[in-house]
């Protein structure tokens, strides 16, 4: 069972950036799964951010944050980040990463994520 860990949440102000990394807690390899970030603010619905590929070639983001948010993987740390540049107030949110054991070269499993990690908090003041 993957279990994973968000780190580098907190309190920003607009404009600023902040970068999420999420491990798994055992130190297990992430090579074989497909990785992504989603978010969910009060009173909103869980929103799908961001997703990589198995492969790393490819990445999807959503609307909302494209441009200003940047996925990756450093697979030799066992690590995926998401680089939050310009942030918004809008973007006041617990951000989960997430991961599905897939092999794949584009983002298909996005919405089908098998494992999640517990949330980090973001918030984003004017």
């Known amino acids: 069972q993957l279990q994973l860990v968000e780190s580098g949440g907190g309190l920003v102000q607009s404009g600023e950036s902040l970068r999420l990394s999420c491990a798994a807690a055992d130190g297990s390899s992430l090579d074989d799964y497909g990785l992504g970030w989603f978010r969910q603010a009060p009173g909103k619905e869980r929103e799908g951010v961001a997703c990589?590929?198995?492969?790393?070639?490819?990445?999807y983001y959503g609307d909302s944050v494209k441009g200003r948010f940047t996925i990756s993987r450093d697979n030799s740390k066992n690590t995926f980040y998401l680089q939050m540049n310009n942030l918004e107030p809008e973007d006041t949110a617990v951000y989960y990463c997430?991961?599905?054991?897939?092999?794949?070269?584009?983002?298909?499993?996005?919405?089908?994520?098998?494992?999640w990690g517990n949330g980090a908090l973001v918030t984003v003041s004017s």
């Open positions: 990589i590929a198995t492969s790393g070639g490819y990445t």
């Open positions: 997430a991961a599905r054991r897939v092999t794949s070269t584009m983002c298909g499993f996005f919405y089908r994520m098998d494992y």
